[in-house]
């Protein structure tokens, strides 16, 4: 598994796991190396503690760390294909044209305060705000009223509904 290097993250036969688990769940390709680039990353961050594991290896709490981060991926992508279906569904005269929409967006996200900026990035990947929340490091109070004021910027620039 030589594509897959994570020298410090994770051992190469954890890797080897995660890659296995990625592939019986249908990543292939570019999707297959995101998806353990994000199991990689989230892996980073976990600190394993004997005491907390309830008898559990590293290997099996890291296999349960990657079982639902690989379940979170697809959830995701499965939103986010439902909400591209709901616009293919929408009446000609409610759908822009694609270019000029996306233009629009990119500048009014360009527009917006860094937090703010980061704050739409994090929701157009399909986290809710309480994983927003999470990765920013700050409570959802405080992405709830971030995204309002998104709201009420796209609003002002008539990209809101």
């Known amino acids: 598994m030589t594509e897959f290097a994570y020298e410090g993250?994770?051992?190469?036969?954890?890797?080897?796991?995660?890659v296995g688990r990625a592939k019986r769940m249908g990543f292939r390709g570019e999707d297959l190396r995101d998806a353990v680039q994000q199991v990689a990353?989230?892996?980073?961050?976990?600190?394993?503690?004997?005491?907390?594991?309830?008898?559990?290896?590293?290997?099996?709490?890291?296999?349960?760390?990657?079982?639902?981060?690989?379940?979170?991926?697809?959830?995701?992508a499965a939103r986010h294909e439902a909400r591209k279906e709901r616009l293919r569904e929408l009446p000609p005269a409610y759908q822009p044209a694609p270019d000029t929409l996306a233009i629009d967006v990119q500048d009014a996200v360009a527009a917006l305060p860094r937090m703010?900026?980061?704050?739409?990035?994090?929701?157009?990947?399909?986290?809710?705000?309480?994983?927003?929340?999470?990765?920013l490091g700050c409570g959802w109070h405080t992405i709830e009223r971030l995204v309002g004021r998104i709201r009420e910027h796209f609003r002002k620039l008539g990209l809101g509904r």
């Open 9 to 18: 993250v994770l051992k190469p036969h954890q890797v080897e796991m995660v």
């Open 41 to 76: 990353f989230d892996a980073s961050r976990f600190q394993y503690d004997p005491a907390k594991a309830n008898g559990a290896s590293q290997d099996a709490v890291l296999a349960s760390l990657a079982d639902c981060r690989l379940r979170h991926i697809r959830r995701a």
């Open 116 to 135: 703010e900026q980061d704050v739409c990035l994090a929701l157009a990947e399909g986290l809710s705000q309480d994983e927003v929340a999470q990765r």
